[in-house]
C-alpha cells in the first residue's frame, strides 16, 4: 500500500489549485467602510493611532462616499464628531447636527447606490463620553437613555439613512427604535445592531478618533470579555426585537463568538473589526514585522471564515479596491 493514502496537498500545489479549492472568498459588496466626520473642519485631520483613517470634512466624506460607490462596497457606516458636548447629547437629535448632516451629505452623493448606515449611541455627543444619560448617582440610566435612542432613530431616518446600528448596549434598544421609526412612517429604515459587543480595550484608538470626552469604561453596559453563552442571549433578544441585521464587535477576539452568532441567526451577520485591530496591522507592518497586504487580506478572511456575512473594516477601500484589480 501506497503511503501516505490522503494527500491534501493535492490542492495546494498551484495558485490555480488553490483558487478552485477556496472555501471562503472576499468580494467588496461585504465590505462596510466605517467613516468619521468632523463638525467644523476644513481639512481631513489624521488620526496618529490609525494611520490612512481621517475625520473627515463634509466634501472628503462626500468623495470617501462616492469612491466605495466606485468600488462596489457593501455599504457606509457614520460616526459624527460634534464640536458641543452636553449631559444629554442635544446635539444628536438636532437634525442639521454633524451626524444627521453628515448622513444627509452621502445621501446627495450616493442616493441608494451605496447602503448608508449610521451609528446610533450617545457617547460621541455626551460631555461625559458615556453612552446614554446619566441617573443621579452617576450611572447610566437605561430607560431614560432609550427614550432618547427612539428619537435620534427617527432623526437619522429623517435624514435619509437606510439603516441604523444601535451601538450602545442598552437593554430594549432595538424595540424601542424599532417603534420609533414604525410611528414615524418609517417603516423602511432597518436596524443593523450591535447585538454582542464587548467591552474591549481594543477600542483604544477609536477614542481619538471621535475625540472621546471618556473616563472611565462602558462595563455596566457592554459584555464582559470572559462571557460566551451570553452573546447568543443578546443576540436573540435583538432579533425578536426586531432586528434586521446582527452584529458581533470585536470581531478578531471573539471568532468564537461569532461563530455562535452565526449558527443562531436567521438574519445577515456582520462584524467589526475595530480601530484597535486595525491599529495593532499598522504598527507590526510599519515595523517590518507583518506584511502589511498579506495581514489585511488573511485578517478580513478569518473573519469571513468564522461567519461574518458582512464585515465593517478601515480596509475595506484598500482591500475592495484590491479585489476589484485582483491583485490579492
Ligand atoms: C460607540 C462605538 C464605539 C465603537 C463603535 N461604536 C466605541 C465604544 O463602544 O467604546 C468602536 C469602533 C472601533 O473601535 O473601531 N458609539
Redesign the pocket.
Known amino acids: 500500500m501506497p503511503f501516505p493514502q490522503h494527500r491534501p496537498r493535492r490542492l495546494r500545489q498551484n495558485p490555480a489549485m488553490r483558487r478552485l479549492a477556496a472555501q471562503t472568498r472576499l468580494h467588496p459588496s461585504e465590505l462596510i467602510l466605517?467613516v468619521f466626520l468632523k463638525e467644523g473642519a476644513s481639512e481631513p485631520i489624521a488620526i496618529s493611532s490609525m494611520p490612512g483613517v481621517v475625520q473627515h470634512t463634509r466634501e472628503s466624506l462626500k468623495r470617501a462616499s462616492a469612491e466605495a460607490v466606485e468600488l462596489g462596497l457593501g455599504g457606509i457606516m457614520l460616526?459624527g464628531v460634534p464640536e458641543h458636548h452636553d449631559a444629554t447629547g442635544s446635539e444628536s437629535l438636532n437634525p442639521e447636527g454633524v451626524l444627521n448632516d453628515g448622513i444627509r451629505a452621502i445621501k446627495e452623493e450616493v442616493g441608494d447606490d451605496l447602503v448608508v448606515m449610521s451609528?446610533l449611541?450617545l457617547?460621541?455627543f455626551t460631555d461625559h463620553g458615556h453612552?446614554g444619560v446619566l441617573d443621579d448617582a452617576g450611572n447610566v440610566d437605561n430607560d431614560a437613555t432609550l427614550e432618547i435612542y427612539g428619537q435620534m432613530g427617527v432623526a437619522q431616518a429623517e435624514a435619509g439613512a437606510h439603516l441604523v446600528g444601535p451601538?450602545?448596549m442598552m437593554d430594549g434598544q432595538v424595540a424601542v427604535i424599532r417603534q420609533a421609526l414604525d410611528d414615524a412612517g418609517h417603516q423602511d429604515v432597518g436596524i443593523i445592531a450591535?447585538s454582542a459587543?464587548y467591552s474591549s480595550a481594543?477600542?483604544g484608538?477609536?477614542?481619538e478618533a471621535v475625540d472621546s470626552q471618556l473616563t472611565g469604561d462602558?462595563k455596566t453596559y457592554?459584555m464582559d470579555p470572559s462571557n460566551r453563552r451570553e452573546a447568543v442571549l443578546e443576540t436573540m433578544l435583538d432579533l425578536e426585537e426586531g432586528a434586521d441585521m446582527v452584529m458581533v464587535k470585536p470581531a478578531m477576539s471573539y471568532l468564537d463568538i461569532l461563530r455562535d452568532v452565526a449558527e443562531i441567526s436567521d438574519v445577515p451577520v456582520s462584524a467589526?473589526q475595530?480601530?484597535?485591530e486595525y491599529a495593532m496591522i499598522e504598527a507590526a507592518a510599519a515595523n517590518g514585522w507583518i506584511n502589511r497586504d498579506a495581514a489585511m487580506a488573511e485578517s478580513v478572511l478569518s473573519i469571513r471564515r468564522a461567519g461574518a456575512d458582512t464585515v465593517l473594516t478601515y480596509y475595506a477601500v484598500e482591500l475592495g479596491r484590491a479585489l476589484k484589480e485582483g491583485s490579492l
Open positions: 466605517p460616526f451609528d449611541c457617547d460621541e453612552c451601538s450602545g450591535y459587543k481594543f477600542y484608538p477609536f477614542r462602558r457592554q467589526y475595530i480601530s484597535g
